[in-house]
């Protein structure tokens, strides 16, 4: 990942939305989101976001299609997976009281594990975008919004 660029990592929310919910109230505008992150190719999410996906399908799809769903996730949304996409990568390392910090902050051990990995490998300059962006404002280090705030402020401009 290119430190210097301005990227926007993408929270689980938005694919579940986009994938399973159609009737959802905020469907058009996080599939608006999307085509925009798309067409300007700086999207981003972790293989932690892509296995919580695949973990949430799962349910619904068989093996063949969980499996495409890991494989073919980067491809269909057009995003980068930090740090790494391939199914026999390790879990990015975070030591436990960096974890406990954070879950002390009232994070899930999801959210937490997600935001020590934007703390540790995202510059200043990237944009977190979930639907859950108030529970992550004081978790991270970069700036967390929602689809909506995304594509109204003058950030989405500026990408």
């Not at 210097?4 to 929310?13: A, C, H, L, M």
């Not at 068989?62 to 890991?70: M, S």
């Not at 030591?95 to 990995?117: H, V, Y």
Request: aromatic residues 12%.
């Amino acid at each position: 990942m290119d430190k210097k660029k301005t990227v926007v990592f993408i929270d689980t929310n938005i694919f579940i939305i986009d994938l399973r919910y159609k009737n959802d109230i905020n469907y058009k505008t996080n599939r608006d989101f999307l085509d925009f992150i798309a067409r300007n190719g700086k999207g981003i999410t972790s293989i932690i976001n892509l296995l919580e996906v695949c973990g949430i399908l799962s349910f619904n799809l068989n093996r063949q299609q969980t499996l495409e769903l890991f494989y073919y996730f980067p491809e269909k949304y057009g995003l980068e997976i930090i740090p790494s996409p391939h199914i026999d990568s390790f879990l990015p390392e975070a030591s436990l009281k960096d974890l406990m910090d954070i879950i002390c902050e009232k994070a899930s051990f999801g959210d937490a594990l997600i935001a020590n990995l934007i703390n540790n490998l995202l510059a200043e300059k990237a944009l977190f975008v979930s639907w859950d962006a108030l529970h992550f404002k004081n978790l991270l280090s970069v700036k967390a919004l929602t689809p909506n705030e995304f594509l109204l402020s003058k950030l989405a401009k500026d990408i």
